[in-house]
């Protein structure tokens, strides 16, 4: 539990609102793929939104090592912080999951 609250309080004194363009980052690219919901949602994505979520994390991984912005090398960049490509998913597996455990809870008694 010490271990978890670390992490999330480094995650979010780094990633808050002002910095996730420095690397290029969306907020969708900060959910973490071990959460069942979130790994069902990437593998039924299209291939476009996981080769452009991996490349942003790459980004912001090799730009972190530099120690450079994102509008350094490309200050022009439309960047969609809110943008949901995969989000709506995530909500609609959990609102599955949901039912299918409602319409088995008669077999935990």
């Known amino acids: 539990l010490l271990s978890f609250h670390l992490s999330s309080v480094s995650l979010t004194c780094f990633f808050q609102p002002l910095h996730l ?3 290029g980052l ?4 900060l ?3 071990d959460e069942k919901e979130v790994k069902e949602a990437l593998a039924l994505a299209d ?3 996981q080769t ?5 994390l790459k980004r912001a991984i090799d730009l972190s090592y530099k120690r450079k912005s994102l509008q350094d090398y490309a200050p022009d960049m439309d960047l969609e912080l ?7 998913d995530i909500e609609k597996i959990r609102a599955r ?3 299918f455990a409602q ?5 935990k008694q």
């Not at 809110?82 to 709506?88: A, D, Q, T």
């Not at 319409?103 to 077999?107: C, E, R």
Request: net charge negative; no cysteine; hydrophobic share 25%.
């Open 103 to 107: 319409l088995n809870a008669h077999n």
């Open 31 to 33: 959910l973490n793929e």
């Open 26 to 29: 969306r907020y969708e690219d």
């Open 82 to 88: 809110f943008k949901k490509e995969i989000y709506v």
């Open 47 to 49: 291939p476009e939104v």
């Open 97 to 99: 999951d949901q039912e």
């Open 52 to 56: 452009a979520r991996t490349r942003r």
């Open 21 to 23: 363009p420095n690397p």
